[in-house]
């Protein structure tokens, strides 16, 4: 896409969780990605300067909050405070994965709903606007006080997938919280839909008792899709209840790639998984790479979002609630 942004109105800043992420994004709007000077005092403060002048300008931060979380969250909060104090006329957070969104709710007394006191911070901090991919779940966008941007990946993995031949497939949710999202997904491949029946035991064990929805007995692929992998738990118990049921082939479709614990190496040791599929919201180093891993770059949904929003034009075709 040839930019019309002009690069002198513009600041593009990258933290340190995802820079590589930030640089394609600024390759495909053609503007330059400024330098972020990021270091500890002796005590072990953050030390953040961003090498180039905000003032009056519109500043795009890229970051996500991936591991380390909580640092990568203080240097965004930090870079924000940064432009506003530097009289910044628009502060944009670019947050491709927002790993806080996962606590949406009080399901335990005395728990904090940390997904609202993130975003309560980034207001605070100065952040005018936010963009993210997929959050955990769509409550999660009510609990921002600013304008925010919802984005989807759908259009990555069609584009990719298009390339697959996938009669007799079907899409498979792990739960039912995930499932108006894989509905979505499965109208754009003309694909019928299941869901998992799940109950979560603790953070790395799951249940899954069943399926809901079309008859699973009788396609010889399914493509399980999520927002989110982590230890790879849930998707791990949903291929086993799919093998059950006569599936010969299995594709893994998710989001943001976490993939901690070795969950890669753990979906990747079931033979049915052919190919696990996922975005670059969360930056995996070449040693986490996987024959069977695929990564796609979300860089050209920001840059759209961008462009979009630089030039204060709708962003409904790239809403994760979009058709």
């Known amino acids: 896409m040839s930019s019309s942004i002009p690069a002198g109105e513009v600041r593009l800043f990258s933290g340190s969780s995802n820079p590589q992420l930030a640089e394609s994004i600024a390759a495909k709007l053609g503007v330059p990605l400024d330098g972020t000077h990021i270091s500890r005092f002796s005590n072990d403060n953050l030390y953040i300067q961003l090498s180039a002048s905000v003032r009056y300008r519109r500043v795009y931060i890229v ?173 791990h118990e949903l291929s086993r209840v799919l093998i059950n049921e006569g599936v010969e082939d299995i594709l893994v479709v998710c989001t943001h790639g976490v993939f901690t614990q070795g969950a890669v190496e753990r979906l990747a040791s079931v033979p049915q998984i052919s190919e696990i599929i996922t975005t670059d919201t969360v930056y995996i180093p070449p040693e986490k790479m996987h024959p069977k891993l695929t990564v796609l770059s979300i860089a050209q949904v920001f840059a759209d979002a961008i462009h979009h929003n630089f030039n204060r034009e709708s962003l409904s075709d790239l809403f994760v609630f979009g058709e």
């Open 63 to 235: 970051q996500s909050l991936s591991q380390p979380v909580n640092d990568s969250l203080m240097e965004l909060l930090m870079m924000i405070d940064i432009a506003r104090g530097a009289a910044a006329s628009e502060i944009h957070a670019i947050i491709p994965y927002y790993s806080f969104g996962r606590s949406d709710k009080k399901d335990a007394p005395r728990i904090s709903i940390t997904a609202r006191l993130v975003a309560d911070l980034l207001k605070t901090a100065g952040a005018t606007h936010v963009m993210s991919i997929m959050f955990h779940s769509p409550q999660v966008h009510g609990f921002f006080g600013i304008p925010t941007d919802p984005l989807s990946s759908r259009i990555v993995f069609r584009d990719y997938l298009s390339t697959h031949d996938l009669s007799g497939s079907i899409i498979v949710s792990p739960d039912m919280g995930q499932a108006k999202s894989a509905a979505r997904f499965a109208r754009t491949l003309d694909l019928p839909i299941a869901a998992g029946n799940k109950e979560r035991i603790s953070d790395t064990e799951v249940v899954i008792s069943g399926l809901v929805g079309n008859q699973v007995r009788g396609h010889k692929r399914a493509l399980i899709y999520d927002d989110e992998i982590a230890t790879g738990g849930s998707i």
